[in-house]
């Protein structure tokens, strides 16, 4: 579990998202960090209800601050790179794609086009490596900025001959609506209009364009995308990017998405940021977070302290933290019942939860009532389920040099599992003895990761078995046994609580699978 004390520092490309017709670009580039710089305040209930102000400064900002990130501007960035012949490595960098469409320059504005914003997007990559010297950059992008640089990733450099591995380290998407965007209100017909009319070419987020776009010229049938293609996959081996250097940041807040007034999250649903339903923001096998926030606006992803941290210890942590439930058992009650667990997962030091999987949000993980070992794989098990039967409940990125107690040598994380019953028959729920939002099993697992005078290892306990404040709590004593001692990962199964057992199973345990991340 030993990382690196020096870490290899990448240029940070930022991508924007869709800003939709003419006047909406020209408000666009008139900002000159196309919205990274954006930052916000929160107000939150404190001590004797009194409010309590937070104020998060933009990631922009922060990127300096936390991690000595450059903002290089001399009249414009692409200026500053024209006049320089060598950059720092560790610098922010805009990709301003929309500025050849905008009528405020002078000239002829251009119709914006997603390949051509990759392939410009390459033509940057390819000078910050060559004037950092660094071998790859990191990718981070808001909405439609995700799609285009998934464009690049899967056709733009495949139809060069290209690596996209050579050209980029990790990709971080905020609300990217990978699966596309649909809407939950008149039956397919605002689709098929959209893609058929292609208003301020918001056609780009229907199939048949999706596919042009991630699809290389050497794969692409010319009827158009085969019944089975899905926009949400990426491809994998045969030089293809990697899925898991890529980070799907997943909002669930569509309440405060004000957009038309609010027809936009009315249109797209419940389950979704209000922009981009739940399941269409995430590619199956790459790492996700879910968190309470809208797809932009006062409480948007990208200008929150939630991605900020998530985006944070996904491109500068060193360890990994893979946690799942295995070995459990449900109750074979029927087919009338049916199982979620709900997870929550808060960082030490942070005062944001990190990721959170609550039916309230619509996004509950779903379990199958089948012994874990005799799993079949149901539709969504590509991503609430592995092919072992296990349940992914999170995966976390810590940082061994970001800021923790002076007195306490461990990252410490918690946990927040609960698990629920739901009872219906012939699509109707039943009622009779439901208890609304009571769980069936709920407790938290603290973990301590880090290096004691025992040795470096991880501490767990539930918080059902501490006495007194968890801020008190000392995991002290011999860590968990190295399951894999040979693999480079430290593998430890932490049994659930007996009071889990009626419910889950004497063989339950929470899986942490913990490794060096770069």
């Known amino acids: ?35 990274f710089n954006e930052g916000s305040t929160h107000v939150r209930v404190g001590v004797d209800n009194q409010p309590g102000f937070h104020q998060f400064e933009s990631p922009l900002l922060r990127l300096h601050l936390d991690e000595g990130y450059e903002i290089l501007v001399e009249g414009g960035q692409d200026a500053y790179l024209q006049s320089h012949e060598t950059i720092p490595a560790d610098s922010v960098w805009i990709h301003r794609f929309y500025d050849p469409s905008a009528s405020t320059w002078s000239g002829e504005p251009s119709e ?17 490596k060559a004037k950092s010297g660094a071998p790859r950059v990191h990718l981070v992008a808001h909405s439609m900025g995700g799609l285009i640089c998934r464009c690049l990733l899967q056709k733009v450099l495949p139809d060069l001959g290209r690596d996209p591995a050579d050209c980029v380290d990790k990709l971080f998407t905020y609300g990217t609506p990978h699966g596309g965007i649909a809407f939950d209100v008149g039956f397919g017909v605002l689709e098929k209009v959209r893609d058929a009319v292609g208003i301020n070419g918001a056609d780009i987020f229907g199939p048949r364009r999706m596919y042009e776009y991630l699809t290389p010229a050497a794969q692409t049938d010319p009827d158009g995308p085969p019944e089975a293609w899905s926009a949400r996959e990426m491809p994998q081996g045969g030089g293809a990017f990697p899925r898991d250097r890529v980070f799907c940041l997943v909002g669930t807040n569509p309440q405060d998405y004000d957009v038309a ?6 249109a797209v649903g419940a389950r979704s940021d209000g922009l981009v339903q739940i399941e269409n923001a995430r590619v199956p096998g790459a790492h996700t977070a879910f968190v309470h926030r809208s797809h932009s606006g006062r409480y948007g992803l990208v200008n929150s302290e939630e991605g900020y941290q998530n985006l944070r210890r996904f491109l500068f942590g060193d360890r ?29 030091g942070m005062p944001v939860v990190m990721h959170e999987r609550l039916a309230s949000h619509w996004c509950p993980i779903q379990l199958s009532g089948r012994p874990s070992e005799e799993s079949e794989e149901p539709e969504q098990a590509a991503d609430d389920e592995r092919s072992d039967g296990g349940v992914p409940l999170t995966t976390v990125f810590l940082g061994s040099a970001l800021e923790r107690p002076p007195d306490s040598p461990a990252m410490r994380y918690a946990l927040h ?32 990761i880090g290096t004691r005078q025992s040795g470096a290892g991880i501490w767990a306990a539930w918080n059902s078995t501490v006495p007194g404040a968890i801020r008190d709590l000392d995991l002290s004593g011999e860590p968990l046994s190295d399951e894999d001692p040979g693999s480079g990962t430290w593998v430890a199964h932490i049994p659930l609580p007996e009071s889990a057992w009626p419910i889950v199973g004497e063989g339950s345990n929470v899986r942490l699978v913990v490794s060096p991340w770069s």
């Open 261 to 266: 007034r609010g027809l936009s999250a009315a």
């Open 320 to 348: 990994k933290v893979e946690a799942s439930l295995v070995g459990h058992r449900l109750p074979p009650e029927g087919d009338c019942v049916g199982w979620q667990a709900e997870v929550q997962l808060s960082v030490r």
């Open 1 to 35: 579990m030993n990382a690196t004390s020096e870490r290899t520092k990448f240029p940070l490309v930022y991508v924007r998202g869709f800003a939709g017709d003419t006047s909406g670009i020209n408000s666009v580039v008139d900002d000159p960090f196309y919205g």
């Open 112 to 128: 914006f086009r997603l390949e051509d914003a990759a392939s410009d997007l390459l033509a940057l990559i390819d000078k910050l």
């Open 417 to 448: 599992l609960r698990v629920l019953t739901l009872r219906e028959r012939r699509g109707i729920f039943l009622f009779n003895d439901h208890l609304e939002q009571a769980a069936d099993f709920d407790d938290i697992l603290i973990v301590d």
